[in-house]
C-alpha cells in the first residue's frame, strides 16, 4: 500500500489520477504564469485562528491542520496572530480589510463562503506585506466548508466515500484563484447515506451536505388516498379533511401540541420525524404525520374539479395551516411541506401554494433511461409539464428522486449517466431542494457508494464534468480492476440503450438487460476481480456482482418453474 494512501477506520485506498474539480455556482479565476506558491514554499504557511474562535471556527482551523499535512507531507502552525509568513486567515474577525472589503463579508449569505489568494501589490511587497490565503463565509459552519472545499479542489484531498479519505501526491505548489460558493440547493441529502457509517460526518462536510441529514419527507403515497368524503357518522378525530377549515384546524391542534412539547415525544411521537430545519425556518412535513388520515371534504372534491388538479385540496390546507402558523407564532418562522406522488402530481390551474408551503414532487414513475428533458418519452414529458406548471404558480420546489431500483435496490440501475442532466435541469427550474431517495432496504444496494459520491458531487456542483468525475471514483476505489469496472458500466449502458426499454425503479426482473449482457457482464466482473488479491478491492467487486446474481437466479427460477 502507498504512503500516500489514508487509512481510516478499516478502509485503505490507492488512487492513479488526481481529479481538478471546479468550484460550483460561483466565480473561479485561474491565472496564468508562475505558481502563487511552490511545493517548497509549503513549509512557510500559519494558520490564523481568532484566540475567542467558536467551536465550529476551531475545529476549522484544526481540520486545516489535518488536512495541510495529509495533502502536502508538511506540518502547518496555527495562532492566534500575524506571524508574518503566508498566513492562512479562517473566519472573519481580525481579517485584514484589505483582504475582504467589509462590503463583501456583509453580502455572504449563512451558507456561502469565499476562498482566494492574495497577492500584495508590487509597492506594498516591498514594505513587507505578504501574501495570504483567506477562508472566510456568512458563519462558521461555511468557513467550515470553505476548509474542505478548498482541499478537495485545490489540494488533492478527496473523500469517495464515509471512512475513504485520499490524497494521491503532494501538489507541485497553489495557483492564484479565486472561488466563491453558495448552495445551489437549500435541501440536499441522499438516503442512501446511513448514519452509523464510519466517517459519514466527515463525508458530510466534505461534500458540502447539511451537518444533520434529513429525515424521509414523509410517505411517498399518502394523499393518493385522499379521494372520497368520509361521511360524518364514520369521520374520526384522526380524519384531515383536506379543503376545509376543519382540515386546517385539526392540522394546526397536532402541530401546536407537537411544538409546544419541543424535542420531548408529543401525542402520536416525536416531531423530530415530522420536521426539517431549513436554515431558521421549521418545516413541518404533514405527509409524516402517519397516525393522521388524509380525506377530501366535500369542499375539496369542488376545488379539485375547479382546478383541475388532485393537489388543489391540499395545497388549500396547506396554505390556510401555514397562514395560521404565521399568526400563532410571530417571532419563528414555519414552513409547510407536502410530498406529492405522480398521481397528486399535476398543479392547479390558477390556486398559488402560499410563499410558506413547500411543493415537493416525485419523480418515480420516470423512466431514468433518459434525462427529464427527452421530449420523445411520454413519462418525462409529463413530469416536467407538472414541474413547469409549479413554477409558473410560483411555488417553493423540491425534488423527491431516486438513485437506483426501490423494487429491488440490489439489482443493477444504470441510470448514473442521466443524473448530471437532470439536476442541471432542476436549477434551470429554481428548485430549492432534492431529496434522493432509498428502498428501506438500501444496505446493499447497487454500486451504493458510487450512486453516493456522484449525487454529492453534483448536487455540490451540476457543472461538474461527468466523466471525470466517475473516473475519479472509480480509479481510487476499485484501483486496478477500474478499467474492468468502467467496461461493465458502459456495457450496462449500450444494453439499455439497444434494448430501448423504459428503465423504472419498480422494475422486477431488468427487462432491458438480455441474457448474453448479463453473462457478458458478470465475465467483465470475474476478470476485474482476478486483478487484485487486495481483499478489499475484491470485496467491492464482488458486492457489485452480487446484483447480477441475484438477476442471474430470479430468471432461473422463473424459468424452472412449471407452468400454473
Same mark, same amino acid.
Given at each position: 500500500m502507498p504512503a500516500s494512501a489514508m487509512k481510516t477506520g478499516t478502509a485503505s485506498i490507492t488512487v492513479v489520477c488526481l481529479l481538478v474539480?471546479?468550484?460550483?455556482?460561483?466565480?473561479? !479565476?485561474?491565472?496564468?504564469?508562475?505558481?502563487?506558491?511552490?511545493?517548497?514554499?509549503?513549509? !512557510?504557511?500559519?494558520?490564523?485562528?481568532?484566540?475567542? $474562535?467558536?467551536?465550529?471556527?476551531?475545529q476549522a482551523a484544526t481540520t486545516f491542520q489535518k488536512l495541510w499535512t495529509l495533502s502536502t507531507r508538511r506540518p502547518i502552525t496555527l495562532s492566534g496572530i500575524n506571524e508574518g509568513v503566508t498566513n492562512v486567515w479562517l473566519g472573519s474577525k481580525g481579517l485584514p480589510e484589505d483582504l475582504v472589503s467589509a462590503d463583501e463579508m456583509a453580502a455572504l449569505g449563512p451558507e456561502a463562503f469565499l476562498v482566494r489568494t492574495y497577492t500584495p501589490s508590487t509597492r506594498d511587497a516591498a514594505r513587507g506585506a505578504r501574501k495570504h490565503l483567506i477562508i472566510a463565509g456568512g458563519s462558521d459552519p461555511a468557513v467550515l466548508s470553505g476548509v474542505y472545499t478548498f482541499f478537495s479542489r485545490k489540494m488533492g484531498v478527496f473523500w469517495l466515500a464515509p471512512g475513504l479519505v485520499f490524497s494521491p501526491r503532494p501538489p507541485?505548489?497553489?495557483?492564484?484563484?479565486?472561488?466563491?460558493?453558495?448552495?445551489?440547493?437549500?435541501?440536499?441529502e441522499i438516503e442512501l447515506l446511513r448514519d452509523d457509517a464510519p466517517g459519514v460526518e466527515e463525508f458530510r462536510h466534505a461534500h458540502i451536505l447539511p451537518r444533520q441529514r434529513f429525515v424521509p419527507p414523509g410517505l411517498p403515497e399518502y394523499f393518493d388516498g385522499c379521494e372520497d368524503c368520509v361521511p360524518e357518522e364514520f369521520a374520526s378525530d384522526d380524519n384531515i379533511h383536506y379543503g376545509s377549515d376543519a382540515g386546517v384546524e385539526r392540522l394546526f391542534q397536532e402541530i401546536s401540541l407537537l411544538h409546544s412539547h419541543g424535542e420531548d415525544s408529543g401525542q402520536h411521537g416525536s416531531r423530530d420525524t415530522v420536521t426539517w430545519k431549513v436554515g431558521e425556518s421549521t418545516v413541518w412535513i404533514l405527509a409524516g404525520l402517519s397516525h393522521l388520515t388524509p380525506c377530501l371534504s366535500a369542499e375539496g372534491r369542488l376545488l379539485n374539479e375547479r382546478e383541475g388538479s388532485p393537489a388543489a385540496a391540499i395545497i388549500h390546507t396547506?396554505?390556510?395551516?401555514?397562514?395560521?402558523?404565521?399568526?400563532?407564532?410571530?417571532?419563528?418562522?414555519?414552513?409547510?411541506?407536502?410530498?406529492?406522488?405522480?398521481?397528486?402530481?399535476?398543479?392547479?390551474?390558477?390556486?398559488?401554494?402560499h410563499p410558506e408551503v413547500i411543493v415537493q414532487v416525485s419523480t418515480a414513475d420516470c423512466n431514468f433511461a433518459v434525462p427529464m428533458t427527452d421530449r420523445n418519452c411520454v413519462q418525462n414529458v409529463a413530469f416536467a409539464e407538472n414541474l413547469d406548471g409549479w413554477s409558473r404558480l410560483g411555488a417553493r420546489i423540491y425534488i423527491y428522486d431516486h438513485l437506483l431500483n426501490h423494487a429491488d435496490s440490489r439489482l443493477p440501475f444504470p441510470n448514473l449517466d442521466v443524473l448530471r442532466a437532470n439536476i442541471l435541469y432542476y436549477t434551470q427550474r429554481a428548485v430549492d431542494g432534492v431529496y434522493f431517495a432509498a428502498p428501506a432496504e438500501n444496505e446493499h444496494g447497487n454500486l451504493a457508494p458510487l450512486r453516493v459520491w456522484l449525487a454529492?458531487?453534483?448536487?455540490?456542483?451540476?457543472?461538474?464534468?461527468?466523466?471525470?468525475?466517475?473516473? $475519479?471514483?472509480?480509479?481510487?476505489?476499485?484501483?486496478?480492476?477500474?478499467?474492468? %469496472?468502467?467496461?461493465?458500466?458502459?456495457?450496462?449502458?449500450?444494453?439499455?440503450?439497444?434494448?430501448?426499454?423504459?428503465?423504472?425503479?419498480?422494475?422486477?426482473?431488468?427487462?432491458?438487460?438480455?441474457?448474453?449482457?448479463?453473462?457478458?457482464?458478470?465475465?467483465?466482473?470475474?476478470?476485474?476481480?482476478?486483478?487484485?488479491?487486495?481483499?478489499?478491492?475484491?470485496?467491492? %467487486?464482488? $458486492? %457489485?456482482?452480487?446484483?447480477?446474481?441475484?438477476? !442471474?437466479?430470479?430468471?432461473?427460477?422463473?424459468?424452472q418453474a412449471p407452468p400454473e
Open positions: 474539480l471546479t468550484c460550483g455556482n460561483g466565480v473561479a !479565476q485561474h491565472y496564468g504564469g508562475s505558481l502563487w506558491r511552490t511545493a517548497t514554499e509549503m513549509a !512557510q504557511f500559519h494558520i490564523v485562528v481568532p484566540p475567542d $474562535a467558536s467551536e465550529t471556527l476551531s507541485s505548489g497553489l495557483e492564484e484563484f479565486s472561488l466563491y460558493h453558495r448552495p445551489e440547493f437549500s435541501v440536499r396547506a396554505n390556510g395551516l401555514a397562514e395560521k402558523l404565521q399568526d400563532a407564532f410571530p417571532g419563528e418562522q414555519h414552513r409547510v411541506h407536502v410530498l406529492l406522488s405522480p398521481a397528486t402530481r399535476r398543479p392547479p390551474n390558477e390556486l398559488r401554494p454529492a458531487n453534483l448536487l455540490f456542483d451540476p457543472d461538474l464534468i461527468y466523466e471525470e468525475v466517475l473516473l $475519479a471514483f472509480l480509479q481510487g476505489y476499485y484501483g486496478i480492476a477500474a478499467r474492468d %469496472v468502467e467496461a461493465f458500466l458502459n456495457l450496462l449502458q449500450q444494453e439499455l440503450r439497444a434494448s430501448g426499454k423504459e428503465l423504472k425503479i419498480s422494475d422486477t426482473e431488468c427487462p432491458w438487460l438480455s441474457d448474453d449482457g448479463l453473462r457478458n457482464a458478470l465475465a467483465m466482473l470475474e476478470t476485474a476481480r482476478s486483478r487484485d488479491t487486495d481483499e478489499m478491492i475484491c470485496a467491492r %467487486v464482488d $458486492a %457489485v456482482a452480487s446484483g447480477l446474481l441475484q438477476l !442471474q437466479h430470479l430468471r432461473n427460477t422463473s424459468v
